[in-house]
C-alpha cells in the first residue's frame, strides 16, 4: 500500500510520510506519475502543487523563463529532490519509499551540475563508458568488450565518436555537451533527462545539437526523453508533449501542438509573444504590437 508524502524537509532520502488515504498503485506505462507535488523551501513555493505524467515513448519538452520551476521539477524526476506534499512516482516506484540508488541507474541525466564534476583531463572514452559504473571519472574499474563497445556507439548516434580518444577539456562547448548525453544514455536508461543541453552554444553548435537529439527523438529504441529549455527555438523535431510553467505552477500541457501557442507563451512569459513554426521547428519573437498574438 502507498500513502501520501506529507513533509517541509525537501531532499531527504526518505520524507516524512504520515498515514494518509491509501493511493494506487503504480501504472507500468508510467515512467513519471506525479499527483498534487509541491516543493517548498524557506516557506516559498518552488513548484506545485502539479500533477503530471509521462508514459512510455514520450518526449516532453519543459519550457518556462528563469524561476519557473524547471530544474526544480527535473531534479524530482532525476530522484534528487522529493516533494514537500503530494505523490511522486518514478518508474514504478514511490520517491521516499525506495531506494534511490537503485533507481537512479534507471535514468540517464545530462545537465550542468553533471558537466561540473568531470575532470578535465578525462578520457572521453572513459567518460562516456564510466557511466556503467556510475563513477564520475575511470580508474581501476574493468569493463568489458561489450561496454567499451557500447561507448563508442553511443558517442557515434550523437556523431562524436571521432572524440573518443580526446580530453574532455580539450573540447569545445558543443562538443562536451553530446558527449554527455552519450554518457547519459550509455546505462540503456528508461528516462533520458536533459537540463537546458543547448545553454551557452552559438547558432551552429545549437542547430547541430538539435539536429542530433531529432534524430534521437525519431528513435523508436530510445528512452522516453524530458527536456528542459528556455527557449522555443532549441526544441528537436520530434517531440511530442509539452509543459509550460511560470513560478511553479503549469500553464498549459499536454500535445506539444497544443501548449505552444502564442497566447499560452505569452501567459507564461508575461509579455506578448508571436509564435511560428517552419519546418516542424519553433520560433518565437516578442510582437510589434501588444494584445494582438496569433500561432501557426
Known amino acids: 500500500m502507498t500513502y501520501t508524502a506529507h513533509s517541509d524537509h525537501v531532499g531527504n532520502d526518505s520524507g516524512a510520510w504520515s498515514k494518509m488515504e491509501p493511493v494506487p498503485q503504480p501504472d507500468p506505462d508510467l515512467l513519471i506519475d506525479f499527483n498534487q507535488?509541491?516543493?517548498?523551501?524557506?516557506g516559498h513555493?518552488?513548484?506545485?502543487?502539479?500533477?503530471?505524467?509521462?508514459?512510455?515513448d514520450e518526449r516532453w519538452v519543459v519550457l518556462g523563463p528563469n524561476g519557473a520551476g524547471k530544474t526544480s521539477l527535473l531534479r524530482m524526476a532525476a530522484a534528487d529532490l522529493h516533494p514537500t506534499s503530494g505523490t511522486a512516482h518514478l518508474l514504478g516506484e514511490v520517491l521516499g519509499r525506495t531506494d534511490i540508488n537503485e533507481l537512479r541507474p534507471r535514468i540517464g541525466m545530462s545537465s550542468a551540475a553533471v558537466a561540473a564534476r568531470v575532470p578535465l583531463d578525462e578520457k572521453v572514452s572513459d567518460?562516456?563508458?564510466?557511466?556503467?559504473?556510475?563513477?564520475?571519472?575511470?580508474?581501476?574499474?574493468?569493463?568489458?568488450?561489450?561496454?567499451?563497445?557500447?561507448a563508442i556507439d553511443?558517442?557515434?548516434?550523437?556523431?562524436?565518436?571521432?572524440?573518443?580518444?580526446r580530453a574532455y577539456g580539450t573540447l569545445s562547448?558543443?562538443?562536451?555537451?553530446?558527449?554527455?548525453?552519450?554518457?547519459?544514455?550509455?546505462?540503456?536508461?528508461?528516462?533520458?533527462?536533459?537540463?537546458?543541453?543547448?545553454?551557452?552554444?552559438?547558432?551552429g553548435g545549437r542547430e547541430e545539437l538539435v539536429e542530433k537529439l531529432g534524430d534521437l527523438a525519431s528513435d523508436?529504441?530510445?528512452?522516453?526523453?524530458?527536456?528542459v529549455t528556455h527557449h522555443v527555438e532549441e526544441i528537436p523535431p520530434g517531440f511530442s508533449h509539452g509543459l509550460?510553467?511560470?513560478?511553479?505552477?503549469?500553464?498549459?500541457?499536454?500535445?506539444?501542438?497544443?501548449?505552444?501557442t502564442s497566447e499560452n507563451l505569452s501567459k507564461a512569459f508575461r509579455q506578448s509573444i508571436t509564435l511560428s513554426r517552419i519546418d516542424g521547428r519553433y520560433f518565437a519573437r516578442r510582437s510589434r504590437r501588444l494584445g494582438r498574438h496569433r500561432s501557426k
Request: proline share 5%.
Open 220 to 227: 523508436p529504441d530510445a528512452p522516453a526523453t524530458v527536456l
Open 37 to 42: 507535488v509541491t516543493v517548498r523551501r524557506s
Open 45 to 56: 513555493t518552488l513548484v506545485g502543487p502539479l500533477t503530471w505524467q509521462v508514459e512510455l
Open 244 to 260: 509550460l510553467l511560470n513560478e511553479g505552477t503549469v500553464i498549459a500541457q499536454g500535445l506539444l501542438e497544443d501548449v505552444l
Open 173 to 203: 562547448e558543443g562538443e562536451r555537451k553530446r558527449v554527455l548525453i552519450a554518457r547519459a544514455l550509455m546505462t540503456d536508461p528508461e528516462l533520458l533527462l536533459l537540463d537546458e543541453p543547448a545553454a551557452g552554444l552559438d547558432l
Open 154 to 165: 553511443m558517442l557515434e548516434s550523437l556523431g562524436a565518436e571521432h572524440l573518443s580518444d
Open 127 to 150: 567518460l562516456v563508458v564510466s557511466a556503467g559504473y556510475a563513477v564520475m571519472g575511470r580508474w581501476r574499474e574493468d569493463y568489458d568488450d561489450i561496454d567499451t563497445d557500447r
